[in-house]
């Protein structure tokens, strides 16, 4: 079983920033791919932004394109979300997300079902 812990969430002003952090304890398939994925009141989850294993490789909804920048640190078993520009509608719990299987060092996945193990989220409040 994996573990996934996520912070850096807040409140913060449109237009503002926060870096987001995941944290995955230690697992036997080592080469995974992993996931941003937000929550707002009312709505489905949705997907954020991804990365490959060698971080060469990333996605981004396009609502996020140019303010959101994904990145990870393998050897600190570690998953980042820098959030720039930040709108009221970004305003959400935020979960990072992994699968279960080996995915390879240069493939992403951007949908939901991809993923098996979640954290339990970090709330994210931009005020207009």
């Known amino acids: 079983q994996v573990q996934l812990n996520e912070s850096g969430g807040g409140l913060v002003q449109a237009g503002g920033s926060l870096r987001l952090s995941c944290a995955a304890s230690?697992?036997?398939?080592?080469?995974?791919?992993m996931g941003w994925f937000r929550q707002a009141p009312g709505k489905k989850r949705e997907f954020v932004a991804a990365i490959s294993w060698s971080g060469v490789f990333t996605s981004y909804a396009e609502s996020v394109k140019g303010r959101f920048t994904i990145s990870r640190d393998n050897s600190k078993m570690m998953m980042y979300l820098q959030m720039n520009s930040l709108k009221p509608e970004d305003t959400a719990v935020y979960y990072c997300?992994?699968?279960?299987?080996?995915?390879?060092?240069?493939?992403?996945?951007?949908?939901?079902?991809?993923?098996?193990?979640w954290g339990q989220g970090t709330q994210v409040t931009v005020s207009s």
């Open positions: 997300a992994a699968p279960a299987q080996t995915t390879g060092w240069n493939h992403i996945y951007t949908t939901e079902y991809k993923y098996n193990y």
């Open positions: 230690k697992r036997t398939s080592s080469v995974y791919a």
